[in-house]
């Protein structure tokens, strides 16, 4: 089967499967593929590469339940098998986690949805994250599809830390190749005053991992900048103020906006992306729409990632590579 590149543009098709990029550093749209249907090897492979080569890919219109969810998640890898999920999440089809508003913390802990949101993204940076980016061996990859979205708000954002760390001055990239940093669940979540019985539930479930500020990645060789906003907690080897500072600076370099994408969903979207090499931000501005945001996600095994100096990440606590 022959692959038609339109010079120039950025478009790849196959088959009549065509890719097109959406935004400078990050994102394309996949075109004329059934995702619940049968893939051919091609179209798998051609995905493949556009998830790599643009991060984050976006499909609209598909038909997809929770049974072709999974399936098209094996296409591309191992689904993982939560060992806690949600209440809304589907019986019979434990790689499926549902998230929906007000659902995580609504009416847990004493808290409703929006004060643990608040509370989550308490300054600007702090809601960036990967998916369990404090696991040792966090997903390689998440596809999300949606249900149900509101007829205006919701829309998610990713940042390509590829491109983030490849903009950084030569210097700067010199000295965060040596770089580690402890990565801890919860870290970026602003506690209550007084008790706070998330706080509690947070230390009593501790996971943390030390990974390398500068990840290489497994399949395309490049350095990727390993930060995001929710686990982060600090710099290790360096005094807390300095590892402060570093942090500001390089979290706001990885979300500039000209490394970043902005999907609006509709019922039958997916969005599949490379968890190793971005950040995404999720909607916090439909609360006030009062209507729901229904979505599915599978996430794909990952590896333990591995420095420019060839030092695998180390677990610190709660975590053990393949285990959830």
Do not use: K
Not at 102 to 130: K, Y
Not at 135 to 159: C, F, H, K, Q, S
């Amino acid at each position: 089967m022959t692959t038609d590149r339109v010079a120039g543009d950025g478009t790849e098709r196959v088959a009549g499967v065509e890719v097109t990029p959406v935004a400078g550093h990050i994102g394309a749209e996949i075109t004329g593929v059934d995702l619940a249907g049968p893939l051919e090897d091609a179209v798998v492979a051609l995905i493949r590469r556009a998830v790599l080569r643009w991060r984050v890919v976006f499909f609209r219109g598909q038909r997809l339940d929770h049974a072709g969810h999974v399936a098209l998640a094996r296409r591309f890898g191992e689904p993982v098998v939560l060992g806690r999920r949600g209440s809304a999440s589907p019986a019979g089809f434990p790689e499926v986690e549902t998230t929906a508003d007000r659902l995580e913390l609504g009416g847990r802990f004493g808290m409703e949805h929006a004060e643990w949101l608040d509370r989550r993204r308490h300054t600007l940076l702090r809601g960036w994250h990967c998916d369990h980016g404090a696991r040792i061996d966090p997903p390689a990859a998440t596809i999300l599809r949606a249900e149900t979205v509101p007829p205006y708000g919701g829309d998610t954002t990713w940042a390509n830390l590829a491109a983030a760390y490849a903009g950084l001055s030569a210097p700067v990239r010199a000295f965060v190749d040596g770089l580690r940093a402890e990565h801890r669940l919860g870290v970026g979540y602003q506690p209550r005053p007084g008790d706070d019985a998330y706080v509690r539930h947070l230390l009593d479930h501790q996971v943390a991992s030390v990974h390398p500020l500068v990840r290489v990645h497994p399949e395309t060789g490049e350095r990727v900048l390993f930060v995001n906003g929710y686990y982060l907690g600090r710099i290790t080897g360096v005094s807390r103020p300095e590892s402060a500072a570093l942090l500001e600076m390089l979290l706001e370099q990885a979300v500039r906006p000209e490394y970043t994408v902005r999907f609006r969903w509709a019922p039958g979207s997916v969005a599949f992306w490379d968890n190793r090499a971005t950040v995404h931000l999720a909607p916090s501005d439909h609360a006030h729409v009062g209507a729901p945001r229904i979505m599915h996600r599978v996430m794909l095994a990952g590896e333990v990632p591995m420095g420019v100096d060839g030092r695998p990440s180390e677990a610190v606590v709660g975590t053990e590579p393949g285990r959830w």
